[in-house]
């Protein structure tokens, strides 16, 4: 199997893996408990969130969640006033907005241009003073361009509005621009395990819990770490901050290696800024569903895995304009740090090999 996913999640690093292995095999201890092996289990805790939060720069708290989807919803239903946010945010930021403005909080989606990318005086003309909040994906999950969120929190902070970044895809691998205020990322993005995120909050930022309990984490979030999963997360992040350099050189190369393939294919979204790591293409009249069914040894997308049994087409293509079957003929292929560059090429030639058998026999 060849892996083309890497947006809906990424290899686990082997080095995360040795650092949960402990946890999981041979200590069983409640970090919460304030005994010997549970004080013991709570340090590693503390060693991962270190790691976990020197990609974020200087200050903050950062808070353990079961994901991003736990951070994104407790940083938008526990704050006030009214949202403004982007058409192509992920259904995380999107469905809790609509949850919200079902229960009458005001809620302004702003439109995106044809390459994906938020135009800033639009913004600064919904962002007024008395604006709640402001939340935006640094990194798109479905078409990799990266948004002006540097500009666009500069215009939060001048309303008075608290600035979500959404950095999941973004997270080791963009620069998290100033001024955010609450941050939402992901291990498993980042070659970490699934189930667990985590919410960084700026100093002097309050948020009410989300879930309540015992308030064992940090800003009162209420459920038992998982130590292992702590553990594997803050190797990962550790790891994108020493393979930084590294792991975009690779990405770079990779990329060049795979538009010089897709002659012919029209990519989605600018080709600058953007993450290169991510590639969303479109060729007319391409049927997805029976190219993905011809090539069940390559694991590629249609989109976002979250929205997959949907039916529907994506809502990022959509919002930058494409027609519903254009969005249908698009592919979304996602590499990375364990992605082989010869595997690679040998998986987009055969991709773009049977897209075009499809164009002859049409």
Not at 59 to 80: C, K, M, P
Not at 107 to 129: N, Y
Not at 149 to 177: T, W
Request: proline share 4%; hydrophobic share 45%; aromatic share 4%.
């Amino acid at each position: 199997m060849t892996y083309l996913d890497y947006q809906a999640t990424t290899p686990l690093a082997p080095e995360a893996f040795d650092a949960m292995l402990p946890w999981l095999r041979d200590h069983h201890a409640n970090p919460h408990s304030p005994h010997v092996a549970g004080r013991k289990a709570k340090a590693a805790v503390e060693v991962a969130r270190d790691h976990v939060a020197s990609l974020f720069g200087t200050g903050g708290h950062v808070a353990f969640t079961s994901g991003a989807t736990e951070a994104l919803n407790w940083a938008i239903q526990r704050t006030d006033g009214p949202i403004v946010t982007l058409a192509t945010e992920h259904a995380a930021v999107l469905d809790t907005c609509a949850a919200m403005a079902a229960q009458g909080r005001s809620v302004t989606v702003l439109p995106v241009g044809p390459d994906g990318l938020m135009d800033l005086e639009t913004a600064r003309a919904a962002i007024e003073p008395g604006t709640g909040l402001v939340a935006a994906m640094l990194v798109n999950n479905e078409i990799g361009v990266i948004q002006p969120i540097a500009a666009l929190a500069e215009i939060a902070k001048a309303a008075g509005a608290l600035f979500l970044c959404d950095a999941v895809q973004g997270y080791g691998r963009v620069q998290i621009p100033p001024h955010c205020d609450l941050i939402a990322v992901s291990a498993h993005k980042i070659h970490g395990p699934k189930g667990i995120g985590a919410l960084w909050v700026r100093d002097g930022v309050y948020l009410a819990p989300l879930l309540y309990g015992g308030g064992q984490e940090t800003l009162g979030r209420s459920g038992t770490l998982s130590p292992a999963l702590c553990a594997g997360f803050g190797t990962a992040a550790r790891l994108m901050a020493e393979r930084r350099v590294a792991d975009a050189a690779h990405v770079a190369d990779l990329s060049r290696r795979a538009l010089d393939r897709l002659e012919g294919w029209i990519v989605n979204g600018a080709q600058e800024p953007r993450y290169h790591g991510n590639l969303n293409v479109r060729r007319d009249g391409l049927d997805v569903a029976r190219l993905m069914s011809s090539l069940r040894d390559v694991a590629f997308s249609a989109g976002s895995a979250c929205a997959s049994g949907s039916g529907r087409s994506s809502h990022v293509l959509r919002a930058i304009g494409l027609r519903d079957a254009q969005a249908r003929s698009s592919i979304r292929i996602g590499f990375g740090r364990y992605t082989q560059a010869d595997e690679l090429c040998a998986a987009i030639d055969r991709i773009a090999a049977m897209a075009e058998s499809q164009r002859i026999a049409a």
